[in-house]
C-alpha cells in the first residue's frame, strides 16, 4: 500500500486504469474497501483501509475550504458491494468538498501483469461530485467501465463547479446582510412535545427580534444529552451538511452548551465558511426572560469560529 504514495497521476485526470486497478488489487487481495486521496498535482496524499466515511480528511487539513470553492482532493475507493455509494460516502465527500469521488466497483478476481501492473480487478465505477443546488446536494452517475472514467477531465469539471458555487457564493453574501440561522433543538425525556414546540418558537422569535433569520430548524429526540456533543454523531454530520447546503452562518443549540461540548462541536462542524455556535436555554419557566437574558449575557461568550 505504501507504494500508492510514489504513483503520480496527469493532473487533468480523476484516475487512470492502472492506479485504480492497483488500488482494486490491494482492496481485494485484504477483502477491505480502501480509499485514496489525490490533490490536483495528481499526488496521492492519504491513503486508508476503510469507507469514505471512516478515512475522511479532518477539516483542519484540508488545504483549501469554502463555500465557494472545492478543496482541491478527490476520493478513489473501493468498494464491496455493487450498488452506487451510499449517504455516508457521499456526506464524507460533502464534509470534505471534495473534487470527485470514484467508488470502484471489484470483480473479486484479477491478475497481475508481466512486467508489473494489475488487471481485471475493476468491474466498473460510479462518478459523484457536489452541485450548487439548493435542494440536491450531490449527483451520482451511472455505472461506468474504467475506460470512461479515466477519460473524464477533471479540470473542466472543476472549473465548471467552482465558478457556479462562486456565482451562488456571492448571490447569497449579496442578498443577506443579516444572520442565517439553523436552529437544533433537542427535545429529552423530561421535555413534553407542546414544551418542547413552544421552546422552539420563542428561539425563532428571539432570533428574528436580533435581526436574523431562521432558514431551517432541526430535531432529535434523546433521553439525555450527548455528554460529550449534546446531539449524536450522525445529528452532527446532518448539521454540518444542512449549514452548508443552505448557507448557514449561525447554529444556534435550544439549551446551554458546557464549554467541552462547545469544542468538540467546533470540531466536529468544522466547515466551508465561518460558523458560530449559539445557545438559548429553554428550562426556566419564563422562557422569554431566561432566553433573553442569555441573549444579553452570553451572545459573544457562547461564539464559537469553526476554521474555514
Given at each position: 500500500m505504501?507504494r500508492?504514495?510514489?504513483?503520480r497521476?496527469?493532473?487533468?485526470?480523476i484516475?487512470t486504469?492502472?492506479?485504480?486497478?492497483?488500488?482494486?488489487?490491494?482492496?481485494?487481495?485484504?477483502?477491505?474497501?480502501?480509499?485514496?486521496?489525490?490533490?490536483?498535482?495528481g499526488?496521492?496524499?492519504?491513503?486508508?483501509?476503510?469507507?469514505?466515511?471512516?478515512?475522511?480528511?479532518p477539516p483542519?487539513?484540508?488545504?483549501?475550504?469554502?463555500?465557494?470553492?472545492?478543496?482541491?482532493?478527490?476520493?478513489?475507493a473501493?468498494?464491496l458491494?455493487?450498488?452506487?455509494?451510499?449517504?455516508?460516502?457521499?456526506?464524507?465527500?460533502?464534509?470534505?468538498?471534495?473534487?470527485?469521488?470514484v467508488?470502484l466497483?471489484?470483480?473479486?478476481?484479477g491478475?497481475?501483469?508481466?512486467?508489473?501492473g494489475?488487471t481485471?480487478?475493476?468491474?466498473?465505477?460510479?462518478?459523484?461530485h457536489?452541485?450548487?443546488h439548493p435542494?440536491?446536494n450531490?449527483?451520482v452517475?451511472p455505472?461506468?467501465n474504467?475506460?470512461?472514467?479515466a477519460?473524464?477531465?477533471?479540470l473542466?469539471?472543476?472549473?465548471g463547479?467552482?465558478?457556479e458555487?462562486?456565482?451562488e457564493?456571492?448571490?447569497?453574501?449579496?442578498?443577506r446582510d443579516?444572520?442565517?440561522?439553523?436552529?437544533?433543538?433537542?427535545?429529552?425525556?423530561?421535555l413534553?412535545n407542546q414544551?418542547?414546540?413552544d421552546g422552539?418558537?420563542?428561539?425563532?422569535?428571539?432570533?428574528?427580534?436580533?435581526g436574523g433569520?431562521?432558514?431551517?430548524?432541526?430535531?432529535?429526540k434523546?433521553?439525555?444529552?450527548?455528554?460529550?456533543?449534546?446531539?449524536?454523531?450522525?445529528?452532527?454530520?446532518?448539521?454540518?451538511?444542512?449549514?452548508?447546503?443552505?448557507?448557514?452562518n449561525?447554529?444556534?443549540?435550544?439549551?446551554?452548551?458546557?464549554?467541552?461540548?462547545?469544542?468538540?462541536?467546533?470540531?466536529?462542524l468544522?466547515?466551508?465558511?465561518?460558523?458560530?455556535l449559539k445557545s438559548?436555554?429553554?428550562?426556566?419557566p419564563?422562557?422569554?426572560?431566561?432566553?433573553?437574558?442569555?441573549?444579553?449575557?452570553?451572545?459573544?461568550?457562547?461564539?464559537?469560529?469553526?476554521?474555514?
Amino acid at each position: 500500500m505504501q507504494r500508492l504514495y510514489h504513483q503520480r497521476l496527469p493532473g487533468d485526470r480523476i484516475t487512470t486504469s492502472e492506479f485504480a486497478q492497483r488500488l482494486a488489487a490491494i482492496s481485494t487481495e485484504i477483502n477491505q474497501p480502501v480509499c485514496a486521496y489525490i490533490n490536483r498535482r495528481g499526488q496521492v496524499i492519504r491513503v486508508g483501509v476503510g469507507t469514505p466515511r471512516q478515512t475522511q480528511i479532518p477539516p483542519i487539513e484540508l488545504p483549501r475550504y469554502g463555500a465557494e470553492r472545492l478543496s482541491g482532493i478527490r476520493c478513489i475507493a473501493t468498494q464491496l458491494k455493487y450498488d452506487p455509494p451510499g449517504e455516508s460516502a457521499l456526506t464524507a465527500m460533502a464534509m470534505q468538498r471534495l473534487d470527485a469521488l470514484v467508488a470502484l466497483t471489484l470483480t473479486g478476481g484479477g491478475f497481475e501483469r508481466r512486467g508489473g501492473g494489475a488487471t481485471g480487478y475493476v468491474k466498473g465505477g460510479y462518478l459523484a461530485h457536489l452541485v450548487p443546488h439548493p435542494e440536491v446536494n450531490w449527483t451520482v452517475s451511472p455505472l461506468m467501465n474504467l475506460d470512461a472514467i479515466a477519460d473524464q477531465d477533471l479540470l473542466n469539471l472543476v472549473e465548471g463547479l467552482e465558478s457556479e458555487f462562486r456565482r451562488e457564493y456571492i448571490a447569497q453574501q449579496v442578498d443577506r446582510d443579516h444572520d442565517q440561522v439553523l436552529v437544533v433543538g433537542l427535545q429529552t425525556d423530561n421535555l413534553s412535545n407542546q414544551f418542547f414546540r413552544d421552546g422552539l418558537a420563542e428561539i425563532g422569535r428571539l432570533v428574528e427580534t436580533a435581526g436574523g433569520e431562521v432558514l431551517q430548524t432541526l430535531k432529535q429526540k434523546r433521553p439525555r444529552p450527548h455528554p460529550q456533543t449534546v446531539v449524536g454523531e450522525g445529528k452532527i454530520q446532518e448539521i454540518a451538511l444542512t449549514a452548508q447546503t443552505i448557507g448557514a452562518n449561525l447554529v444556534v443549540f435550544n439549551r446551554d452548551l458546557s464549554p467541552a461540548q462547545v469544542r468538540n462541536l467546533e470540531i466536529r462542524l468544522a466547515c466551508g465558511s465561518s460558523i458560530v455556535l449559539k445557545s438559548f436555554s429553554i428550562f426556566l419557566p419564563n422562557v422569554r426572560d431566561r432566553a433573553q437574558a442569555n441573549c444579553k449575557s452570553n451572545w459573544h461568550s457562547l461564539s464559537i469560529c469553526c476554521p474555514g
